[in-house]
């Protein structure tokens, strides 16, 4: 929550101080890249793959076995990534051209690009180093620290906003070295922690070790498979970088706003799932792993849907409120907000996939998230190509939402037809019950709020009338369970 609220200040600030332009288009690129490659490989395939080894030698080795095997892993993954990041640093102008191909009509921008890129890049050899003890602390129930993390990816950005872009010829740049300097800042955040336990790592080659072995066969499928969402928004940008100027930065933004409600609950429910499960797994206790995956998914619903209907109908008051500062126009919030609307759509399909990726990788199962991923990833970019033309920007989020929600639907399907998971009772019932809660709220927001007011308010009343509908939109929901008799003690039964 810390994280997210001040990366919703850190925003304010970039589109306040810089607005939106080819130089953020740039920017956004350029941090896109290595975040991408963070997700994609460090806390998607390699946490995935890491983690249920993890699990195994915790639970059936000794400590001494343990220690080395994290010794091994540490050692051969900075190999890894020191050769990744040269090679990212070097090839910077071809994964410009890439990664955002409309750039390379435009000489200037496509050059800021490729600079802060050789900046930004970097971040991935710390930030997946971070994700690499954040396994092992949250493996030991250690959540705090690792959570805790991003606060300091924004708190670098906004200083380097502040003080350190009015020192620079190209403002912007200021932003690349917040994020190098972040890197670093959280990757020594989490050795106090890892030493407390005694298993702060001593770089060791690992490559011929059985558990690293096991490590890098268990990735190489699972890059697709639980990072399928992040393939979706990076084509996102790489066909944006063709529309009209602007179109990276309105997708950015409201991206992040769905990355608030996803990266509060969803990813942090799929980070304390994936230990819970891999420990059911390890110990062969069936009943356990279902009934885990069944809380989970009432979570969800009970969570995520509210949430998502939430964002769509409060989409450009919370862009207003946010963002709609000095350089940020009528006209950005209105383009930014229906691409937030569109991506509030797939919201509830973006945590599913978070939840029900691990009950397979915990399983050691990599191969089935991929084929299922594959056939999302060709389905969005089909109907990328379908949206795009008529709705523009919006149309490539609308897709993406789409292609979360047929991902998530065949991890489902396939989880109950080889019996993994296994429905509790009174599922049926949980769900009218959801329902009913979210259209009554659902018309209480459309009858209530005034969205047409918003921008002719000041910061103060936007921001007061924003928690207010907030709060009543979210105390409507509260009561109307409460009235048709869910409660807190019963709902995952």
């Avoid at 496509?110 to 900046?119: N, P």
């Avoid at 008529?390 to 292609?403: I, N, V, Y």
């Amino acid at each position: 929550m810390i994280s997210r609220i001040l990366g919703f200040i850190r925003d304010m600030l970039f589109a306040r101080i810089f607005g939106i332009d080819s130089g953020t288009d740039a920017f956004f690129v350029a941090f896109k890249i290595p975040n991408f490659l963070r997700r994609l490989f460090a806390e998607g395939a390699f946490s995935q793959a890491f983690v249920p080894v993890l699990s195994d030698y915790k639970e059936q080795g000794s400590k001494e076995a343990l220690k080395l095997f994290i010794d091994r892993t540490a050692g051969s993954l900075a190999v890894i990534l020191f050769i990744v990041t040269i090679i990212g640093v070097i090839a910077a102008p071809i994964l410009i051209t890439l990664f955002a191909p409309g750039f390379s009509h435009e000489g200037k921008q496509y050059e800021l690009a490729v600079q802060m890129l050789r900046i930004t890049f970097p971040y991935l050899f710390f930030i997946s180093s971070v994700a690499f003890a954040g396994g092992i602390l949250n493996s030991h129930g250690k959540f705090a620290v690792p959570a805790f993390t991003p606060v300091f990816l924004n708190i670098c950005m906004i200083t380097a906003a502040i003080w350190l872009s009015p020192l620079m010829d190209d403002p912007i740049v200021a932003l690349a070295w917040g994020v190098f300097a972040a890197g670093i800042v959280q990757l020594l955040f989490q050795f106090p922690a890892l030493y407390k336990l005694g298993l702060l790592p001593n770089l060791k080659w690992g490559f011929k070790d059985s558990g690293v072995k096991r490590i890098l066969k268990l990735m190489a499928p699972a890059i697709f498979g639980v990072s399928i969402t992040q393939i979706n928004l990076l084509l996102d940008t790489l066909i944006a970088s063709f529309l009209v100027a602007g179109s990276v930065s309105w997708l950015y933004y409201s991206d992040r706003l769905v990355e608030f409600p996803l990266g509060i609950f969803g990813i942090a429910l799929a980070t304390v799932i994936l230990p819970s499960l891999s420990k059911s797994h390890s110990a062969d206790n069936s009943t356990e792993f279902s009934k885990s995956l069944d809380w989970a998914l009432k979570l969800v619903l009970l969570i995520g849907t509210p949430a998502s209907i939430g964002v769509l109908m409060l989409a450009e008051p919370m862009l207003s409120t946010l963002f709609q500062y000095e350089a940020f126009g009528d006209n950005d919030v209105r383009l930014a907000g229906q691409s937030l609307m569109a991506y509030s759509i797939g919201l509830l399909g973006f945590i599913l996939v978070k939840v029900l990726v691990p009950g397979f990788t915990s399983r050691k199962d990599m191969k089935t998230p991929v084929r299922i991923g594959i056939y999302a990833m060709v389905a969005n970019m089909g109907m990328n190509i379908v949206l795009v033309f008529p709705l523009g920007h919006a149309g490539l989020a609308l897709a993406t939402s789409l292609g979360a929600f047929f991902n998530a639907t065949l991890l489902l399907t396939k989880l109950l037809k080889e019996s993994v998971y296994k429905p509790g009772k009174n599922w049926l019932n949980f769900m009218v019950k959801i329902i009913f809660a979210n259209e009554i709220m659902a018309l209480f927001l459309y009858v209530c709020v005034d969205t047409d007011q918003w921008s002719a308010w000041g910061a103060l009343d936007r921001s007061l009338n924003l928690m207010l509908w907030v709060t009543l939109g979210g105390g409507v929901y509260a009561l109307s369970l409460l009235i048709i008799g869910v409660r807190p003690r019963n709902f995952f039964k």
